[in-house]
């Protein structure tokens, strides 16, 4: 079965950097696009990005243009999301999550179990 | 702007019907979406995709009370039979090449 399986919480100060990862098993994973999406407190869904399959492309949300960087790691089948100048707003749970879509795209279908991302000074 | 909206809140009693909608913005109603549920506390889970024509197709392990539908720009999510376990959030997703977007979602409350 499909699992994705993200790194634990992280506490970081203001102005700091986070990367978390996301390892997946029970699919071919160089075959499918990866996500993030996050989730403020009490907030809704909000997309950040996609990387393909292969890695060499990722495309980010525009509001995240500039500090955000996906990548991925086909050896080891994991994901990497890493956000730098974080502030307090960017507190919130990231997930990611699969697409569907092969070869043109798709919806989410898996989801990983979210990891929670705190800035504070 | 690709952008799809969603009422804030709804509620149904225990075991009957309730049907939530999903609206796409003009000039986008060919559109495909997905539903997903998010129950308290927990993370997002995948429901189906709904085509435009009304077809879709359904998530693993997604029970058969939960089906979906189309006309027009809107995209529907019918749970019928409810139960406790359906009050959660549910959310409309939709896609073009290089972007995806989610709507507001939906707070479902089962009286």
């Known amino acids: 079965q499909v699992q994705l399986v993200q790194s634990g919480a992280e506490v970081k100060k203001p102005g700091a950097s986070v990367k978390v990862s996301c390892k997946a098993s029970g699919y071919t994973f160089a075959s499918y696009s990866m996500h993030w999406v996050r989730q403020a407190p009490g907030q809704g869904l909000e997309w950040m990005g996609i990387?393909?399959?292969?890695?060499?492309?990722?495309r980010y949300a525009q509001k995240f243009q500039g500090r955000l960087i996906m990548t991925r790691d086909t050896s080891t089948s994991t994901v990497y999301m890493e956000l730098s100048s974080l502030r307090s707003e960017d507190t919130a749970v990231y997930y990611c999550?699969?697409?569907?879509?092969?070869?043109?795209?798709?919806?989410?279908?898996?989801w990983g179990q979210g990891t929670l991302v705190t800035v504070s000074s | 702007q690709l952008v799809l909206t969603q009422s804030p809140s709804a509620s149904a009693s225990l075991g009957a019907s309730v049907k939530l909608t999903c609206t796409l913005s003009s000039g986008h109603s060919s559109y495909p979406i997905a539903w997903h549920q998010q129950q308290p506390e927990k993370g997002p889970r995948y429901l189906m995709k709904?085509?435009?024509?009304?077809?879709?197709s359904k998530g693993d392990g997604i029970p058969d009370r939960f089906s979906g539908a189309s006309s027009g720009a809107e995209r529907y999510l019918t749970i019928s039979s409810l139960q406790s376990e359906d009050e959660a959030d549910y959310y409309c997703?939709?896609?073009?090449?290089?972007?995806?977007?989610f709507g507001g979602g939906t707070k479902l409350t089962v009286l």
């Open positions: 999550a699969k697409d569907a879509g092969v070869p043109a795209p798709g919806p989410i279908d898996y």
């Open positions: 990387i393909n399959p292969t890695g060499t492309n990722a």
């Open positions: 709904i085509n435009s024509d009304g077809s879709h």
């Open positions: 997703q939709t896609w073009d090449t290089g972007i995806r977007v």
